[in-house]
């Protein structure tokens, strides 16, 4: 779970007037559920990502500081921005693998924002770039296709927000039904005290 969850959940739990052997049955339910949530080979797709991302800003920045002279400095500029995409894809991937652990709906959710953002500024950068070089036609399938990708990222984007929505969902009805059982076991406790009393 991301951090912010995490402080949430502790501030809540410690409001509640629960034992610590409710609260530890609370935690491992909730970590049992998010387990089911998270995929394997975690690591192998961070690994990858961080790869595919450094290959690419690399190439990228390689050939914008050195492409010749004569290729236009509008270009040189988009493989430039096209390095600083791969280098966030790289710098995501470093920054969850240092975690080690944590909530895969809120680490697509920064995915998603990402590919999005990137597709948006690349579409966007492409338009500019062709309009400026006057070779509006020749770029058409480029924009084209980035305008594709963009709807795909927000498709991506969208089903990432619902994703963590259900969730956020999951973890409120949990919290609700730990604290059922927390009453039902003090209501309980209650009567079998009064049933003694009586006795």
């Known amino acids: 779970m991301n951090d912010r969850t995490e402080a949430l959940d502790k501030l809540l739990n ?30 192998a797709r961070y690994i990858a990502i ?21 290729t236009p400095r509008a270009v040189r500029w988009l493989l430039i921005l096209f390095a600083f995409f791969g280098l966030g894809w790289t710098l995501l991937a470093g920054w969850m693998l240092a975690r080690g652990r944590g909530n895969f709906a809120a680490e697509r959710l920064i995915a998603a ?16 770039t062709s309009s400026l070089l006057g070779k509006e036609s020749a770029s058409m399938p480029l924009v084209a296709t980035g305008l594709a990708l963009l709807i795909l990222g ?8 619902i994703e963590q929505a259900e969730q956020t969902i999951r973890e409120q009805i949990l919290r609700l039904e ?22």
């Open 154 to 161: 927000a498709v991506l984007l969208i089903g990432a927000r």
């Open 50 to 70: 961080g790869l595919a991302g450094l290959i690419g800003c690399v190439v990228c920045g390689s050939l914008g500081l050195t492409e010749p002279e004569s």
């Open 113 to 128: 924002r990402m590919a999005f953002g990137f597709t948006l500024v690349a579409v966007t950068a492409l338009s500019l």
């Open 14 to 43: 410690d409001l509640e007037p629960t034992d610590p052997a409710l609260q530890a049955r609370y935690r491992s339910i909730l970590d049992a559920g998010l387990a089911d949530l998270k995929p394997g080979g975690g690591k």
């Open 178 to 199: 730990c604290r059922i059982a927390g009453f039902a076991e003090a209501v309980s406790r209650a009567r079998e005290a009064r049933s003694g009393q009586i006795e």
